[in-house]
Structure formats: structure tokens, C-alpha cells
């Protein structure tokens, strides 16, 4: 099969983990391992998150004094597609897999007139005490957010439209590679009525993004991996359930927040209506189990949802993450 995986940028430096390359490194080691299997008897295409990446990376550009301006985002994705893509791309043939593996840094088309850029929802950067978020963000005129118990910056995240270098990576599949591509969604760019593309402040959700790439190669299918063993009904209390299975016809009222869970699940929606194969969201150490439907939580074009939460059509549950 052709299988898309997005792995999420949490996943590769866990909340609270000081942002010290060695600890990433060892989480990408993990990551590797566990998408070998895959790579070895499949044809992969790997997408990973950035934000905690970009955000320290901004972090840091916004406190160097010898900087008359920060570094704009869509540089800062820059950076961080090459430094994740390498790790990804040396721990892959560490792990074992002889395939070619190339690490692209790739662009991703938005509208410059997209309203998510009076809207910003994509959390970057560590989470903070409330008090100390506001002090930065009075400082460094940041817009942020909570997130659990914990507040962050937030940034535009606008749709993606294209990935520029989209023949490119299609010629590598024809030629038995893996590609890692659209990191941190893909570096954020728009094009003027001449064709040339500028960046844009923004970063763009890889799951968006990573939901694109599928349906553009003719994936068969879409895996998010994360931090997460599923999709949870009442995420966060002690009545927490897994939703094994998930189909585009229920008719739910559900609330997927903005900024964690809300983006996979679209992502999953519009390759599944795309394209009617199924996708799936799961933990990144159980890739494997998550393919083969034995973990994490299914997407499927129709029949019935997950009965053993005893979500119907009508229901209202609470989902995060």
C-alpha cells in the first residue's frame, strides 16, 4: 500500500520536556523504529508537526539582540523541516530500512486572503503558567490560548492549497523512495498574478497538509500519529473512552478543539470523502496496530459509529485530543 503518516510535533518533544536535541533525537530513534515495519512492506510518505520546534525557534529569534527583526515563520519552518527531517530521515536507515530515504524541504500554497489569519488557532511553542503567557505575550505581541492547563502562543494556521514541489515527490515515489515532506505543514507561501511566491507569516497544520499530499499521490491510506492511543469521548475525566470508529454519515454534534484534535479529524474527513479509503488516528509506538485497525481510532466512509461508547446519531460528546 501507499500509506501518508503525519507524525505530530508533540509527539517528537513531549509537553514539559526541557527542547534539548538530545531528548528529541531519542523520541525520533522511537519514531523510526516504530515506522520501519511500515516502510520496509509499504510505499511511505511521512509529514511531521513543528510546534513546539518553530516556537522555541521564534522564541529564541525574538530575544537575540543582534537582530534588527525576528525571523519571519516561514523561514523558521524552513529551519525546522531540515533539522526534524534529518533526524527522521538517519534514524530510518539506523532502524533498518535500506530503501532511499529523502528529506525534502517543501513549500505549501495558502491564500493570503484566508481567514484564518484574523483567526490564529496553531499553537506554537511551550505551554506556560497563564500569568507568565500574558507577560509574553504583552511583550512579544503574541495572541495565545489555552491548552489543557497550560497557555501558548497561537499563530495563523491558513488551508493549504498546493504543495509547490508536488512533482518532485511524486517522482520519488515512482522510484521506490521514502519521502519526508510537508514538514511543519510545509513552508507557508503565496503567489502573486506574476507566479512568483513570496513567504507568509503563518504556520501551516500538517495534518492539513498531510491530508492534501494523500490525495494528491493516490494514497491508500492516512495515518496521524500522535501522542494519544485515540480519539476520546470526555477526554480528561475519569469516564474517558476510546472512539474506535468514526464514519463521515454520523451525525454527531461534536466539539474537536482548534488547536489539537479538531485539525486531525477534519484531515481524516477530507481524505475519506476524497477518496473513500479509510484513515485512522492513533499513538506514534503503535503505528503498526494502528494500520491494521487493532488501535487507535478509524475513519471510515459509512456505517455505523463506535457502539461500544454508545455514540449514536444525535449524540453530543465531548472529544479532545
Known sequence: MRIVVAIGGNALLRRGERPDATVQVDHIRAAAQALAPLALRHELIICHGNGPQVGMLS???ENDPELTHPYPFDALVAQTQGMIGYWLARSLRNAGVSKP???????????PSDPAFTTPAKFVGPGYPYEQARQLADRHGWTIAADGDR???VVASPAPQRIIEQESI?????HDSIVICGGGGGIPVAEDGAGQLRGVEAVVDKDATAALLAVAVKADRLLILTDVPAVMERFGTPQATPLRR??????ETRH??????????AACRHFVGTTGRPAAIGALDAAAAVLAGDAGTVV???GPSDAGTG???GTTAELAH
Do not use: N, Y
Not at 468514526?246 to 451525525?251: E, V
Open 311 to 313: 455514540v449514536t446519531a
Open 59 to 61: 522564541l529564541e529569534s
Open 300 to 302: 471510515v466512509p459509512g
Open 256 to 265: 474537536f478543539p482548534a488547536g489539537s484534535m479538531g485539525p486531525k479529524i
Open 246 to 251: 468514526l464514519t463521515l454519515d454520523t451525525r
Open 101 to 111: 530515504v529523502m528529506s525534502l524541504v517543501t513549500q505549501t500554497l495558502v491564500d
Open 170 to 174: 511524486d517522482r520519488l515515489l515512482d
Open 151 to 153: 497557555w501558548r502562543r
